[in-house]
């Protein structure tokens, strides 16, 4: 579905395989699962509270072990955050 210029507030908004375009979000809770893609583009979120999944949360969960192992592993996951500051994700295609 998708969503253009539109106001959220103090709803559970689910991310997967939605679009928002131009929405505003206030004190909503927002859920992302990895289930699908979505789309965010020129969104506005004030006092939100972020929520991750299912395969999300495997992947964070995942991440932050990885992190906690220190050396190399830690080093990678900082490299990975800086990718992702600057909007540049390096994926692995099968």
């Keep these: 579905m998708k969503f253009i210029k539109q106001t959220f507030e103090g709803k559970k908004v689910l ?3 939605q679009d928002f375009i131009n929405c505003t979000f ?3 809770h927002i859920e992302y699962g990895g289930i699908m893609g979505v789309t965010l583009d020129g969104n506005r979120f004030t ?4 929520g991750f999944t299912g395969a999300a949360a495997n992947a964070i969960g995942f991440m932050a072990a990885l992190y906690a192992q220190g050396g190399e592993a830690k080093s990678m996951i ?3 955050f800086d ?3 600057i909007g540049k994700i390096v994926t692995t295609k099968q």
Excluded at 47 to 50: G, I, K, L, M, P
């Design 83 to 85: 990718s992702v500051r």
């Design 15 to 17: 991310l997967d395989g």
């Design 47 to 50: 006092e939100c509270t972020w």
């Design 26 to 28: 206030t004190k909503c």
């Design 78 to 80: 900082e490299r990975t």
